[in-house]
Nanobody, 124 residues
Framework: QVQLVESGGGLVQAGGSLRLSCAVS????????MGWFRQVPGKERSFVAR????????YYADSVKGRFTISRDNAKNTVYLQMTSLKPEDTAVYYC?????????????????WGQGTQVTVSS
């Protein structure tokens, strides 16, 4: 059973930065494609970024491209989301997710494991 625990959320002013972390346990992170998603009340969970098992391939939602960076340290079984130039519209609960399949995906329904989420609030 894979467990994911996010941390690093909080309140930040527009233009600021935050780094989210996702600790992976229960399975070697090298066997998992990883993704970050976010959700605001009343809306579906939306894709933010994903990274391949080895970390060589990344992909971003257009809304965060150039501002967010996903990375991973497989020695530490941890995935990161560095967020810069934050905007009020980035306010959401951010979730880490793990995909055990071979093909990388941006579809939330294809991810097998989810963390509990961490709140990010960006004030204007």
């Amino acid at each position: 059973q894979v467990q994911l625990v996010e941390s690093g959320g909080g309140l930040v002013q527009a233009g600021g930065s935050l780094r989210l972390s996702c600790a992976v346990s229960g399975r070697a992170s090298t066997t998992l494609h990883m993704g970050w998603f976010r959700q605001v009340p009343g809306k579906e969970r939306s894709f933010v970024a994903r990274i391949s098992r080895g970390g060589s391939r990344t992909y971003y939602a257009d809304s965060v491209k150039g501002r967010f960076t996903i990375s991973r340290d497989n020695a530490k079984n941890t995935v990161y989301l560095q967020m810069t130039s934050l905007k009020p519209e980035d306010t959401a609960v951010y979730y880490c997710a793990a995909d055990t399949t071979v093909q990388m995906t941006s579809r939330a329904d294809m991810y097998d494991y989810w963390g509990q989420g961490t709140q990010v609030t960006v004030s204007s």
